[in-house]
Nanobody
Framework: QVQVAESGGGSVQAGGSLRLSCMTS?????????MAWFRQAPGKRREGLAG????????YYVESVKGRFAISQDNAKNTVYLQMDSLNPEDTAVYFC?????????????????WGQGTQVTVSS
């Protein structure tokens, strides 16, 4: 089994930064091939933001966060990060980390099948 758990959310003023962390654990954690960050704002559908292949430096970002957000990983700590800069109120949402084990599909949001509980990010103007 695999578990993922996010941390690092909070409240920040527009223009500020936050770094989210996502730690994986469980007997099958070593089989994870892909991890990604999603978010869901009130009244909106969940959207994929950034994904990465585990163990190699290949990432993908949606246009709305490209240049502001950065996904990175520390494999020794089984942790993936999302550095968020230049935040604006439209970034307010619950942010989720997710994982899956299908190689070559890290940027296919529909493949993600293991989810964390989410962490709230609130950006005030």
């Amino acid at each position: 089994q695999v578990q993922v758990a996010e941390s690092g959310g909070g409240s920040v003023q527009a223009g500020g930064s936050l770094r989210l962390s996502c730690m994986t654990s469980g007997s099958r954690a070593a089989a994870i091939k892909c991890m990604a960050w999603f978010r869901q704002a009130p009244g909106k559908r969940r959207e994929g933001l950034a994904g990465t292949y585990i163990g190699i430096n290949t990432t993908y970002y949606v246009e709305s966060v490209k240049g502001r957000f950065a996904i990175s990983q520390d494999n020794a700590k089984n942790t993936v990060y999302l550095q968020m800069d230049s935040l604006n109120p439209e970034d307010t949402a619950v942010y989720f980390c997710a994982a899956h084990q299908s190689w070559g599909e890290c940027f296919n949001w529909d493949k993600y099948n293991t989810w964390g509980q989410g962490t709230q990010v609130t950006v005030s103007s």
